[in-house]
């Protein structure tokens, strides 16, 4: 039995899935006839209290879409120094937007109000104009961490106060929904736009979201299409997003109560030195001393165990839909043999 949590982008859809996909209507979508798609869009935005939503190919696409319609060339974005949108967008920012970043150190990736305020440029013209404020909830390379609404409510007012525009990396929004018992409409309601994805920890093959205003979509169809992300009968795959949406997120609890277990199961072992506090899906521990973690990862593939390393010393597994209990009860018991 392979044990595989190398990311919660490894899942495979279900027949009920795939049977929903089947029969999805579908039309042309680059003429807005493509009725699935239309009403994913309209739901997840209705979801979370906006206007309008975009469906498009990945959560790197929804980010550099965003990031394109809030800034001009020689803008600059502010962010954590661990932000996906920083770290694993391919320099997209630099290619799409021509933007600069201001990255700040956080907790765990979780950036302050206070912090944001210090690094908003003044109208000086040496220095850019600060255009965009992202943050990512749950944060990926913060172990899943994600953001007290308070904070967010504090980041919002001063986007407002300052004229910025706030976007919102939820390539795991659900996970960090559930993990606060935070409505999507109470959190929706802070944002200028969030991009969700549906092919991580929901479950669906492909597909991200990005959600805002009307006229903020309106441009993001256009940047979409210069991208190169304009679909034909996408409702094919947009029903298994929809289908993900209505069946795929009060699960996300289960997962987060085995990372809470795995983590407390490393944690014992001696070839671990120390785990990240567990919040929601995902565990990143670092390897005892002497140890490298290739070569950790690489016993634990002799063990059927996958997953990845996540710098010279770190290594992340993730839980999510298709790690069953079978898999789950096998990997606590296969964790203790590993030397
Ligand atoms: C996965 C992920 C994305 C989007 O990745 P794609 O592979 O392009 O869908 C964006 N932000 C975060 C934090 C992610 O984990």
Excluded at 43 to 62: D, H, N, P, R, V
Excluded at 213 to 238: E, L, P, V
């Amino acid at each position: 039995m392979i044990i595989d949590l190398r990311s919660d982008t490894f899942t495979k859809p279900t027949s009920a899935m795939k049977e929903f996909m089947f029969n999805a209507e579908v039309g042309d979508d680059v003429f807005n006839e493509d009725p699935t798609v239309n009403a994913l869009q309209d739901y997840c935005a209705e979801l979370f209290g906006m206007e309008a939503g975009l469906y498009c190919s990945s959560g790197t696409q929804t980010n550099q879409i965003a990031i394109g319609v809030h800034t001009k060339p020689g803008d600059e974005v502010i962010c954590s120094n661990l932000a996906h949108i920083y770290i694993y967008e391919g320099g997209g920012i630099a290619l799409n937007s021509g933007c600069s970043m201001a990255l700040l150190e956080g907790d765990h990736g979780r950036i302050t109000a206070d912090a944001i305020r210090n690094a908003i440029n003044p109208d000086d013209i040496h220095r850019p104009i600060s255009s965009l404020v992202c943050i990512e909830d749950t944060v990926n390379k913060g172990g899943g961490a994600c953001y007290d609404l308070e904070e967010i409510k504090k980041i919002s007012a001063l986007c407002k106060e300052k004229g910025l525009a706030f976007h919102c990396d939820g390539a795991r929004i659900f996970n960090a929904l559930v993990a606060k018992n935070i409505s999507p409409k109470e959190y929706g309601q802070y944002f200028d736009s969030i991009s969700i994805c549906l092919s991580k920890g929901l479950g669906a093959p492909v597909g991200s979201i990005l959600i805002g205003r009307r006229d903020f979509i309106k441009k993001a169809i256009r940047r979409r299409k210069s991208m190169g992300g304009g679909m034909r009968q996408a409702g094919i795959i947009a029903a298994a997003g929809l289908f993900a949406l209505k069946n795929n997120v009060e699960r996300l609890k289960i997962d987060h109560e085995k990372a809470q277990v795995i983590a407390d199961k490393l944690v014992q072992l001696s070839w671990v030195k120390s785990v990240m506090p567990v919040e929601t899906n995902i565990v990143i521990f670092t390897v005892a001393d002497g140890l490298t973690s290739d070569e950790m990862v690489q016993k634990l593939a002799k063990q059927d165990i996958k997953c990845f390393t996540f710098g010279p010393d770190k290594i992340r597994m993730v839980t999510h839909l298709d790690l069953t209990d079978d898999h789950y009860n096998e990997l606590l018991k296969r964790l203790s043999s590993v030397q």
